[in-house]
Structure formats: C-alpha cells, structure tokens
C-alpha cells in the first residue's frame, strides 16, 4: 500500500484499518492499492491485480478528523477487496469504475506496486479508568491548636481532569496540653475537608496546589482545676497546602505536605471564676501552619495518570 494524501493519513494506520475492517491480516498477493489526495477536500485510490484489472473509487467530502479520514478510507478499499464487508456493516458499495492502467512513457521505470501489508488486528480500547488514590500521613501542626499538635489524616483523591485534584480528608489532631489559669487544657482537634487540586506532573514527580474549606469540632479537656470540665466548640477553617508526591513504584507514592490553616471560626478557651467573670482566657491565632508525611496508593489508574 502506498498513500500519497500529505500527512493526515498515514500508511501503517490505513493498512491496520482496513485490515480491521476485513476482519483477517492477509489479503491476495497480487492486490496494489494506491491512494492519493486528488484535491484537499477529495482522496482518491486504485486497486490492481497482477492480471492488470484495475478499478478506482473517491471520497468526496473527506471528514476534517484525520482519524476518521482514515477509517473511512480504510472501509471503501476493503468493500473493494471483499464485498462481503458490506454485509456486515449494513450497507451497499458503490459500484467500480474501470480505470485503464497508467503506462510508463519510454525510458521511465514502472512505478513499484504497492501492496497491502498484513498487520495484526487492532484491539479494542478500553476507556480510560478515572484515577483515584488513598493517602494516609502523620501530621503535626503548630498554633492550628494552641501550640504545637501531632496526628494522622486520612484522605481519598480523584482525577477528574487531567491536571485537576479533587480529594476528601479526615484529620485527629491532638494539641500538647497548655497551661491556662491555675491549670492546663488539652485540646483534640476532629475535621473533615473537601479540596480542589490543580496539579503539575513530572515523570515520578507530582506537585499539587490545594485550597480546602475545614469543618470540625474541638474537645477541650480541663486538669488540675477545683472542676474539671470538657467541653465541645465548634471549628471552621480554611487550609491552603503544596503537596509533593513521589512514586517508589506503578502504584505507591511517598507523599510530602505543607500548608498555612486559617480559623474562621476558632475555639477560644476561658477560665472563669464561680461568678462566671472570665479570669483568663487564650484566643486562637490569626494562622497556623501544618506539615505531613504519608504513602499514597492507587486504588484505581496508574502513579502520575494524567
């Protein structure tokens, strides 16, 4: 086979699809097929035979997709070759036209015969898997609770554009007890969030800018007080965070995190005396930062998919 259309329509791509479209890799040796561009918009092609019967059909408009262009050529030469391809897709070919064979002028070679190489018969794509991944990281926090804090997160992500996250978190931060009038408070942190990702990919490398909104509850523990207390706040923040992930191997990534937490609405802890005037009390900071190390495994699509 020998194609001449410019560079929409490749000769190894015609060859597997009308090899496709045959439903078998070989045809009669003694078939040529010849397919040329005769104005932008029309392809043209001539069958021969070593017996010199020649016939020729045209595409006229061609499809503006190369890949369509190409299987729609791909199927008027196999209904040239075997008519029973019509059969199978529902429709009648157009009839043959005779062509005379084009002869040589003296002291010029004969043009080469093209032929119709056997390939292996396409498979079928399958359509492609939306990545989604399970992280779990240790955490440690300093002023997202009053001083410093450790715990873990717990997160699952999805691809839902090729360089756009979006992932849900779980987080337990535990806050180091502080002292606060004649006593000390130990705050636990529990939250969920909701983030949106844009991402940047590199090879094993995979870099992620992430804004999520924090929703959760402080459970604030009393010690050393005439009577201890615990008692529930709620807590709403905003968390800004650059994630590094790098893949160890198809589908486990080391995963790097750091971010800045905002409190929208913090817990503010008090100490009051049995009049209920306020003795001392610590409000929350205006931000406080946050660091994790974790693994990321692909439950579904490959490391760095996308």
């Not at 402080?218 to 994630?243: C, F, H, M």
């Amino acid at each position: 086979m020998t194609v001449a259309t410019g560079p929409c329509i490749e000769a190894a791509d015609l060859a597997e699809t009308t090899a496709s479209w045959l439903g078998r890799d070989t045809v009669d040796a003694s078939v040529r097929v010849e397919v040329y561009a005769v104005t932008p918009d029309r392809v043209a092609f001539r069958l021969r035979t070593d017996d010199g019967v020649t016939a020729q059909r045209e595409l006229s408009p061609v499809p503006g997709d190369c890949a369509d262009r190409t299987a729609a050529v791909g199927l008027l030469i196999a209904l040239a070759i075997d008519e029973r391809v019509s059969e199978a897709v529902g429709i009648s070919p157009p009839p043959i036209a005779a062509v005379t064979p084009a002869r040589p002028t003296p002291g010029q070679d004969a043009e080469p015969a093209p032929r119709l190489e056997a390939r292996t018969r396409p498979e079928p794509r399958r359509p492609a898997q939306t990545p989604v991944a399970f992280g779990i990281h240790g955490v440690g926090s300093y002023e997202v609770l009053p001083g410093a804090g450790v715990g873990g997160r717990a997160s699952v992500s999805m691809r839902v554009r090729p360089r756009l996250d979006v992932a849900v978190d779980v987080l337990a931060l535990g806050g180091l007890p502080f002292a606060l009038g004649e006593g000390e408070t130990q705050p636990t942190l529990g939250a969920a969030s909701a983030s949106v990702c844009p991402l940047l990919v590199r090879g094993r490398l995979e870099l992620r800018l992430c804004i999520a909104p924090v929703l959760g509850l402080v459970v604030a523990r009393g010690q050393g007080y005439p009577k201890n207390e615990t008692i529930v706040l709620p807590w709403l923040g905003a968390r800004t965070s650059a994630d590094l992930t790098v893949a160890v191997s198809k589908r486990v990534g080391l995963a790097f995190d750091v971010g800045v937490v905002a409190p929208l609405v913090g817990a503010r802890f008090d100490v009051r005396n049995e009049g209920g005037i306020v003795q001392e009390r610590r409000d929350p900071a205006g931000a406080g930062l946050s660091g994790g190390l974790g693994v990321v495994v692909q439950l579904r699509g490959a490391q760095g998919s996308g």
